[in-house]
């Protein structure tokens, strides 16, 4: 158990809804990181915070949007689904900005019908 | 974008074998790491090579780390069923797009 909790573990939507998936980082852990896996693109970073701060940004469409609230857990909104956005979705976190190694949640299976 | 390539894309031993994958990167990089999934599930930290370091082990495993020619291999010994998943090198360059990862290795131990 890498301490990462991620909700919901499925997710089966249709095209054109919203839906938001979550992450609580390890304890301790300042960053959180969104990783997006699919089978054509492999693990694609998305977007990281550092303490409630957006740090970087990774190949997010502008339908996807995130934060991370004072208790530094962290939502990942995706809206205007398409069938091309079924994927698996990780978070991680790490203790701080980079540099150290990261510690994955079991991710989130998001199917869009 | 990716930034590691792992080689093989696949491969398959008997148990008891060691198993070899190489990565290599194009910019420079801060640290590579591996990393390990099993089929479908979260990926779980293997170990962590920094730049200014050749050589590291944990327990069966060992990295190498070689910056002029931007490759890293990681070695299994004494390989065992368990050890069936997929691994993955990830580059830290410190960089906006934090650890890149490649499109990984696909391990199968047969029992």
């Given at each position: 158990d890498s301490g990462v909790t991620q909700t919901p573990k499925h997710l089966i939507t249709a095209t054109g809804q919203r839906v938001t998936l979550r992450c609580s980082p390890r304890s301790g852990d300042l960053s959180v990181y969104w990783y997006q896996q699919s089978l054509d693109q492999g693990l694609q970073f998305l977007i990281q915070y550092y303490n409630g701060e957006e740090r970087a940004k990774g190949?997010?469409?502008?339908r996807f949007s995130a934060q991370q609230f004072p208790d530094l857990h962290s939502e990942l909104n995706l809206s205007?689904?398409?069938?091309?956005?079924?994927a698996l979705y990780f978070c991680a976190s790490s203790v701080?900005?980079?540099g150290t190694e990261a510690f994955f949640g079991q991710g989130t299976r998001l199917t869009v019908v | 974008s990716q930034q590691g390539e792992e080689d093989p894309q696949a491969l398959s031993i008997q148990e008891g074998e060691n198993a070899t994958m190489n990565c290599s990167y194009k910019t420079s990089i801060n640290n590579l790491q591996w990393y390990r999934q099993n089929s479908g599930r979260g990926l779980v930290h293997l170990i962590l090579i920094r730049s200014n370091e050749r050589e590291k082990h944990s327990g069966r495993l060992r990295v190498t780390l070689d910056t002029s020619k931007k490759s890293s291999s990681l070695l299994i010994t004494a390989?065992?069923?368990?050890?069936t998943a997929s691994y993955f090198c990830a580059t830290d360059n410190?960089?906006?797009?934090k650890l890149v990862f490649g499109k990984g290795t696909k391990l199968t131990v047969n029992p």
């Open positions: 190949n997010i469409l502008e205007s689904l398409e069938l091309g956005d079924s701080g900005d980079g | 390989s065992r069923a368990a050890d410190g960089g906006s797009e």
